[in-house]
């Protein structure tokens, strides 16, 4: 198999709340941030997996006979290729949730050479993406924890005949990578956060995969809210989640830091992300508390070396592009702070 995630930024909406040293950080800087978080952890990039099949005979490896699962199966496995890939009960850690299965033989007969990847992200955006959300009971958030993806046949089944396509739900990281998740996503809370302590490396100049906060990283993480306990009336509009998450992200980065001075002494700054309408209608109402710093030309994140619980150093040097992968993710990053997903609007 092969991991083809679709790592196309979304526009954010971000919320300052402290500015280290004094500084002032106006709206430039605002909407910088929102364009260099793109995705961390989760998310609807695309993913596209390539069905482990062997040449034209049409024989299957262990690794695609698994994928032989109803809509509701979850399927896990360790090797790049997902060679040793199994079905398991959705209640332990997988990778990967079928929603749903697409028959593209209508409109590719066997005359149809294989698509390029840019048809299969296509497809998996116009097909998949309206049986996944119908499988979470038309409550999907398209910038939460969970992409879309799918199951592609390989070029040499593709040959043989096969044009089906399986889609489904998984956790996908900037560089390309799956991340476990436990439990379906049918009762999951969407909410795109992780918890106090987890720290998001580098891409370039924007946020990249989770990494342990000795390495340099973008952002590190000191506190959830939830703004559905904050405003069980209905969604609030942004100055509102800016009021809150201003006081509440203030208060968890001074418990988390260990006083009130500690993140401006460190020359860091606290941020969140404020919700759009679409995540809270599908139930999601968490958000992250962030601190970060910038690059001293302000074109991106600076490099944060250590926790702000202790020494902190800050580069002067964008870090490099992360190097794109696939398949399992090598680090193991803390479960996600449980929480049921809640119910429909009223």
């Not at 909406?13 to 040293?21: K, M, N």
């Not at 709206?27 to 997996?49: C, D, K, Q, S």
Request: aromatic share 6%; hydrophobic share 35%; net charge negative.
């Amino acid at each position: 198999m092969e991991a083809m995630p679709d790592l196309q930024e979304r526009p954010r909406s971000l919320s300052i709340q402290r500015i280290a040293a004094g500084a002032v950080l106006g709206a430039l800087l605002a909407l910088l941030l929102a364009t260099l978080l793109g995705r961390g952890v989760g998310g609807p990039g695309t993913g596209l997996l390539a069905e482990d099949r062997s040449d034209d005979s049409g024989a299957t490896t262990g690794a695609a006979a698994s994928f032989e699962a109803p809509a509701g199966s979850c399927l896990t496995w360790t090797r790049g290729d997902a060679s040793d890939a199994e079905r398991v009960s959705c209640d332990q850690p997988h990778l990967f949730e079928v929603t749903g299965v697409v028959d593209l033989a209508p409109e590719f007969g066997r005359a149809v050479t294989f698509p390029v990847d840019e048809t299969w992200r296509t497809l998996v955006a116009e097909r998949c993406t309206p049986l996944s959300t119908r499988f979470l009971g038309g409550r999907f958030d398209p910038v939460g924890r969970f992409s879309v993806g799918a199951i592609k046949p390989s070029e040499g089944s593709w040959r043989s005949g096969d044009r089906t396509l399986r889609c489904g739900l998984q956790a996908v990281g900037r560089s390309g990578a799956l991340y476990p998740t436990t439990g379906s996503a049918t009762t999951q809370d969407q909410s795109n956060v992780h918890p106090p302590g987890t720290c998001l490396g580098l891409d370039g100049i924007g946020v990249g995969d989770p990494v342990d906060c000795a390495q340099p990283h973008a952002v590190e993480v000191v506190g959830v809210v939830d703004l559905g306990a904050a405003f069980p009336d209905g969604y609030p509009d942004e100055m509102a989640q800016d009021k809150l998450l201003s006081d509440e992200c203030n208060r968890l980065a001074a418990e988390y830091a260990g006083g009130p001075q500690v993140v401006g002494e460190k020359r860091l700054i606290v941020f969140s992300e404020t919700l759009r309408p679409e995540s809270w209608e599908a139930g999601s109402h968490r958000v992250d508390c962030r601190l970060g710093a910038f690059l001293p030309d302000r074109s991106g994140f600076a490099p944060v070396t250590g926790s702000v619980r202790g020494e902190v150093q800050i580069g002067a040097e964008p870090a490099p592009p992360l190097e794109r992968t696939q398949g399992p993710a090598r680090t193991t990053v803390p479960a996600v702070p449980s929480a049921p997903r809640p119910g429909p609007p009223g």
